[in-house]
């Protein structure tokens, strides 16, 4: 008999490997993330950060190791653990020709949220849009969609939060309410995971962080007095990862 409900507060990368033909993408991957924590994922273009998020997705597999979800693998839970995920990436996965709420209200029938309305609500104020609920969002700046998006992936109260650069193209007041709403989420208990290339808008926000390079993973040194700025420790890594 299995469980009808999955749940975890772990999630760990054991010696993850990913290859396309002879690239590398990913190679021996070892990480580990609990819920309440935000996991912030550092390196330029091509490092191998969204391939990690879409494995940790489980939208890749990995060429080698394994990904445990307190201490089961995917294909052991299934479309169960996937309903534990939420997911905002490049494209925000919204229908402009559909107002604010009807989105959230598609969205939350796909993952056949109970109280429907209550929880669109909950959404809306949370993106701080109810006043803008039935406008179409093909008329939102970019920020008001960002922040659509990101309730859009939380509708269904997901453990894990998997985002790929979350601030881009965000103004100074979306990235303050971006902020926020991944604190209170963090405070909730859910386990966030996000890929960045603004280290100012990371900095102080991220519990721990890794830099990737060539598909590798190194802990960066946790903050402290005389560590200096994650910007910093970013790139004392990269020294020391080419040392």
């Known amino acids: 008999m299995t469980d009808a409900v999955f749940d975890f507060r772990e999630v ?19 990480l580990t ?24 997705a489980t939208l890749m597999r990995p060429s080698g ?3 445990r979800y307190g201490g089961r693998l995917a294909q052991e839970v299934g479309d169960r653990l996937r309903g534990r995920i939420g997911v905002l990436g490049h494209d925000l996965y919204l229908y402009g020709d559909l107002t604010a709420r009807e989105n959230l209200e598609f ?10 309305k209550v929880r669109v ?39 894990l939060v998997l985002l790929d650069e979350p601030f881009t193209g965000l103004d100074d007041a979306s990235t303050t309410a971006l902020a926020d709403r991944l604190r209170s989420l963090r405070d909730a ?17 991220v519990d721990r962080a890794w830099c990737l ?17 994650l910007r910093e420790r970013y790139r004392r890594a990269l020294v020391e990862a080419s040392a």
């Open 12 to 30: 760990e990368v054991r010696d993850v490997s990913k290859h396309y033909g002879r690239r590398r993408a990913l190679a021996h991957v070892e």
């Open 33 to 56: 993330g609990r819920a309440g924590e935000i996991l912030g994922l550092l390196g330029p273009n091509g490092a191998g950060k969204s391939t990690l998020l879409s494995v940790l």
């Open 65 to 67: 190791g394994e990904v």
């Open 213 to 229: 390079q060539s598909g590798r993973a190194r802990l960066l040194e946790a903050a402290g007095p005389g560590l200096g700025s």
């Open 107 to 116: 969205f939350g029938r796909l993952h056949r949220v109970a109280n429907l």
């Open 189 to 205: 208990g859910t386990l966030i995971v996000m890929a960045t290339h603004d280290f100012d808008s990371a900095d102080g926000l």
């Open 121 to 159: 609500d909950q959404a809306l104020d949370a993106a701080r849009l109810t006043d803008r609920a039935r406008e179409r969002v093909s008329g939102f700046s970019r920020g008001l969609r960002q922040r659509l998006a990101l309730e859009r992936s939380l509708i269904h109260d997901p453990r």
